[in-house]
């Protein structure tokens, strides 16, 4: 139904930002909550940022509330995840992910996706 790709991972420096990219394919993007999950190595994949279809609520990890923002550009089947003042335990393959929705809601846990991107990388350096 949806294709997902990320971009904008790479290697920063604890302090430094990163804003990472999400495109879908079609043209029903404004029907799908989005999120964006990371998974570090050895560890389990973790919610990161939740934005409902309309961007009319957000929802944030506490480990990175205040740091993270999530938006959204509907016409250009976008979602974007602003990473501010970064850590070295931000380092991890960062997913998207897609679930179409009747409502303007934020799914907030990785049961609730049914489509994932392949991943980008995000290392911060000390």
């Known amino acids: 139904q949806v294709q997902l790709v990320e971009s904008g991972g790479g290697l920063v420096q604890a302090g430094g930002s990163l804003r990472l990219s999400c495109t879908a394919s079609?043209?029903?993007?404004?029907?799908?909550?989005m999120g964006w999950f990371r998974r570090a190595p050895g560890k389990e994949r973790d919610f990161v940022a939740a934005?409902?279809?309309?961007?009319?609520?957000?929802y944030y990890a506490d480990s990175v509330k205040g740091r993270f923002t999530i938006s959204r550009d509907n016409p250009k089947n976008t979602v974007y995840l602003q990473m501010n003042s970064l850590k070295p335990e931000d380092t991890a393959v960062y997913y998207c992910?897609?679930?179409?929705?009747?409502?303007?809601?934020?799914?907030?846990?990785?049961?609730?996706?049914?489509?994932w991107g392949q991943g980008t990388q995000v290392t911060v350096s000390l």
């Open positions: 992910a897609a679930e179409i929705v009747p409502y303007d809601v934020v799914l907030k846990t990785s049961g609730q996706y049914d489509y």
């Open positions: 079609g043209s029903t993007f404004g029907r799908y909550a």
């Open positions: 934005i409902s279809r309309s961007a009319g609520s957000t």
